[in-house]
């Protein structure tokens, strides 16, 4: 599975990094950062979209043929409408999420922010993400743009993924560990 992530994040760099230079060069990175947040909420709510955008046996050109009348339908920002319809011309659909999310990345780092993933047991409340967001910011020393997920195996605690690191309190974790304490002991 790793090695099928580096893959897909070496065929989503050069693809981001085309359309952030464009969207920089147009001044519309905004826009073009959500007209891409919501079609990367599409693919991950509909489990239909993102089969579609995954699917082998479907040929690129029909790929892009529906992709031109979804985004004709949804009146998608110009730029953004392009820049899929080139993805699924050259046949990378597979790759769009991937894409996206190297794409906020570059917009992040170019304004000073850092994303981290933060899962909970249950959802947080504004107040708790913004907490959680004020401690990353002093301990990492940038704006930390918060993703959540609700992961109820943990029990409790937080998961946090800043980067390459990673802050584990959960107590799914901690019950583990005692777990695998109490066998060596007995």
């Known amino acids: 599975m790793a090695a099928q992530d580096s893959v897909l994040v070496q065929i989503a760099r050069p693809y981001a990094a085309a359309l952030y230079d464009l969207a920089r060069g147009e001044n519309t990175l905004e826009a073009v950062e959500a007209g891409l947040g919501a079609i990367a909420r599409l693919a991950g709510d509909s489990a239909d979209f993102g089969r579609f955008l995954r699917s082998p046996v479907i040929s690129a050109d ?4 529906a992709v031109d009348a979804i985004l004709a339908k949804a009146k998608a920002h110009p730029t953004v409408a392009s820049f899929v319809k080139v993805v699924a011309r050259n046949g990378r659909l ?3 999420p991937t894409i996206i ?3 906020t990345a570059l917009c992040a780092a170019g304004r000073g922010e850092i994303a981290a993933e933060v899962t909970s047991a249950a959802p947080l409340s504004k107040a708790q993400l913004a907490e959680l967001a004020g401690t990353l910011k002093a301990r990492i020393g940038k704006t930390v743009t918060l993703t959540e997920h609700v992961d109820p195996s943990l029990i ?3 998961v946090v993924k800043v980067g ?3 802050i584990d309190s959960s ?3 901690k019950l583990t560990a005692m777990k695998i304490a109490m066998k060596e002991v007995g």
């Open 94 to 96: 597979f790759a769009l």
């Open 62 to 65: 029909a790929k892009a043929e």
């Open 171 to 173: 107590l799914k974790t």
């Open 156 to 158: 409790g605690g937080l």
């Open 164 to 166: 390459s690191r990673m």
């Open 101 to 103: 999310s190297a794409f």
